[in-house]
């Protein structure tokens, strides 16, 4: 399971610079418009976006097939992927509140 976990992470590398940029955009975006709100929900797609590039990874390199060659089940491959999602939501929860600190003060700064 934690080979499974650790597969996954590595095809997130691939696509993390323009997961990076965007989110970089976002926050200045979000900055701006002084919404938590809106860099909340851009972080939730980014976030989403992350699970469906893994999956696309998988699906090009025939990664299911290879995997029913070990000796793992379906239910080890799901539970890796939602075990992904959750990880990477608790990071977006995190990160949305640590930028969230800042776009509230200055909001309040601003009224």
């Not at 900055?31 to 469906?52: A, D, E, F, H, R």
């Not at 025939?62 to 992927?81: C, F, G, I, N, Q």
């Amino acid at each position: 399971m934690k080979g499974l976990l650790i597969k996954e992470l590595y095809q997130l590398k691939h696509g993390i610079k323009a997961q990076g940029f965007s989110l970089a955009l976002f926050v200045v975006l979000g900055l701006v418009m002084k919404s938590t709100v809106y860099v909340g929900m851009m972080v939730t797609v980014l976030i989403t976006n992350m699970i469906l590039l893994t999956v696309g990874h998988d699906e090009q390199a025939s990664w299911k097939r290879y995997a029913m060659t070990m000796p793992l089940r379906r239910r080890d491959l799901v539970t890796v992927k939602f075990l992904l999602l959750y990880l990477l939501t608790i990071v977006s929860v995190v990160f949305t509140t640590l930028v969230g600190i800042p776009i509230n003060i200055l909001g309040d700064i601003s009224m």
